[in-house]
């Protein structure tokens, strides 16, 4: 693997992944151009190669190599098959993704424990992102059935802790990359539940799949990062 490093340990290429992130970007596209114009099956297939690029991405990265990577990983598998699941449009479809991206959201929490957290980071971001998550929950109250309640308030203070602790490994000296992606697939959930839970006329596939797919892609680049010593995890700045 050829990997060519910035200065700035966020900033890199790792050019043996560069086909896999054009597959991602080329299946992103067509993603959302099958979904325009309602061609249900080349949608699908397109999400599956979308979904797989970013595991081929986080493999050529090295993400099998260290802990925190295979940690990444595991996010990344459990990320698929909620990519998977979601294809469908049903409450049970909608449910069974849920469960997959929170399980994705409790290992990405996990590996940026790994790779270690900044406390003061973290205690600084928690304020500003708890009040973001309280005011998605408050737009979102109106519009979810009954049986989804519970599930759709444990999935906003998961995916508001994993950006938490995003902000607490680059308090650390974590690469940039690990945030950036955190607050892609913040953003990118935003709209799926305009589209699942508000039913927005607008299609908001169209600025959130680019976003969860780039937010997905930057996680799995940053696993060629790891801390070699991730024997104490956590400090108080």
């Not at 598998?77 to 409450?91: C, H, P, T």
């Not at 069974?96 to 940026?112: P, S, W």
């Amino acid at each position: 693997m050829n990997l060519i490093s910035a200065q700035d340990p966020g900033k890199y290429i790792v050019a043996g992944s560069r086909r896999y992130l054009l597959l991602a970007t080329a299946g992103c596209i067509a993603l959302v151009a099958f979904l325009l114009v309602d061609y249900e099956y080349a949608a699908a297939a397109a999400k599956i190669v979308a979904s797989t690029s970013f595991l081929a991405v986080a493999i050529r990265a090295g993400a099998l190599r260290s802990d925190f990577g295979r940690i990444v990983f595991l996010g990344l598998a459990f990320s698929w098959f909620g990519d998977a699941f979601l294809i469908g449009e049903s409450k049970v479809a909608f449910l069974a993704g849920l469960v997959t991206f929170l399980l994705a959201h409790i290992a990405y929490i996990a590996a940026f424990i790994v790779r270690g957290i900044s406390m003061r980071w973290a205690l600084l971001a928690i304020v500003p992102v708890a009040a973001l998550g309280i005011t998605v929950s408050l737009w979102l109250r109106p519009h979810v059935p009954p049986e989804l309640v519970v599930p759709v308030r444990v999935y906003t203070a998961v995916i508001c802790l994993m950006v938490t602790a995003a902000f607490g490994t680059r308090g650390r000296g974590a690469s940039g990359l690990i945030l950036a992606g955190a607050l892609m697939f913040f953003l990118s959930d935003l709209s799926v539940a305009a589209l699942r839970l508000v039913e927005t006329d607008f299609p908001t596939y169209v600025w959130g799949l680019p976003l969860y797919y780039a937010g997905q892609i930057l996680l799995a680049l940053s696993t060629s990062q790891s801390a070699p010593d991730s024997s104490v995890t956590l400090q108080a700045s």
